[in-house]
């Protein structure tokens, strides 16, 4: 007759070679398996560009300084700032120095990145 341990040897053999055949063919399945077709999406802009006319609103990335610096016509800091919240008609808007700048009355400009559309 068939001594034990070779009986067990046949048995584990055989499960194993099993358990790998189950193994390989979910595998394969998985890999011809194609998920289905999803409609397009409408996506948002982020960053509407922002023309002249356009009601804008005034944000602060930084919590503790609630005030944004006002900018003269050719980019540069001027003293007087702007507080958050605030809301402007824009009536020009221009690049200068590298940055977009939105025109708020004869002398006093914003930074295009402290303002949203409204």
């Known amino acids: 007759m068939f001594d034990s341990k070779k009986l067990v040897k046949v048995v584990s053999v055989a499960v194993a070679s099993m358990s790998l055949l189950g193994v390989s063919a979910s595998v394969s399945e998985a890999a011809t398996f194609t998920a289905p077709k999803l409609g397009v999406s409408e996506v948002a802009p982020t960053n509407p560009s922002i023309k002249k006319g356009d009601k804008i609103f005034v944000v602060v990335k930084d919590t503790e ?7 003269n016509a050719n980019g540069k800091k001027i003293v007087k700032k702007v507080s958050m919240g605030s809301t402007f008609t824009a009536k020009a808007v221009k690049k200068t120095n590298g940055k977009k700048i939105v025109k708020l009355n004869k002398s006093q400009w914003l930074n295009a990145k402290d303002v949203v559309k409204d």
């Open 65 to 71: 300084n609630q005030k944004v610096n006002v900018l």
